[in-house]
């Protein structure tokens, strides 16, 4: 099969599937809502501090808390409907990391335990965990022969 395209035809065809995205859209509302989810965080860091619970307690009840809800909302959908908005201010908190273990459990569940959740419940994730750690043993290196 030889499709044959002329130049002008190429042409089309790229500048159909090479337009951008609007910036000037995209860039703001990540930014929005991104920040409206570590005001979340904020405001319930002084909600559980108010309530008596020390520093650390309150920052670990917190990122408990916004893991929960984040998984609540992937779990009824609404996270991704957030997310088709806040693009990276999604993904970028401790939510979207919850989101990411979260969306495929939920989508690989009927296949069982073991081939379905057990195998892929960190398919997403999975690269964010490796190089994390990954990064972080380096450092841990440099530092121990460079920087102590």
């Not at 979340?40 to 916004?66: D, F, H, R």
């Not at 379905?116 to 990064?135: E, H, N, Q, R, W």
Request: net charge positive.
């Amino acid at each position: 099969m030889d499709i044959k395209l002329s130049k002008a035809q190429y042409s089309q065809m790229y500048k159909e599937a090479s337009e951008g995205t609007k910036w000037y859209l995209t860039i703001p509302k990540a930014f929005i809502i991104g920040g409206l989810i570590c005001t979340l965080g904020e405001a319930l860091l002084n909600m559980y501090s108010a309530y008596g619970l020390s520093e650390k307690n309150a920052g670990t009840a917190t990122s408990i808390t916004l893991i929960l809800i984040s998984a609540i909302l992937t779990g009824f959908g609404l996270y991704d409907k957030i997310a088709k908005h806040g693009g990276a201010g999604t993904l970028v908190p401790i939510t979207g990391f919850a989101n990411s273990v979260v969306a495929p459990a939920i989508e690989f569940k009927t296949e069982g335990f073991i081939l379905g959740l057990g195998a892929k419940i960190f398919i997403i994730s999975g690269p964010v965990i490796l190089y994390g750690t990954l990064a972080s043993v380096i450092y841990g290196l440099v530092y121990y022969l460079f920087l102590r």
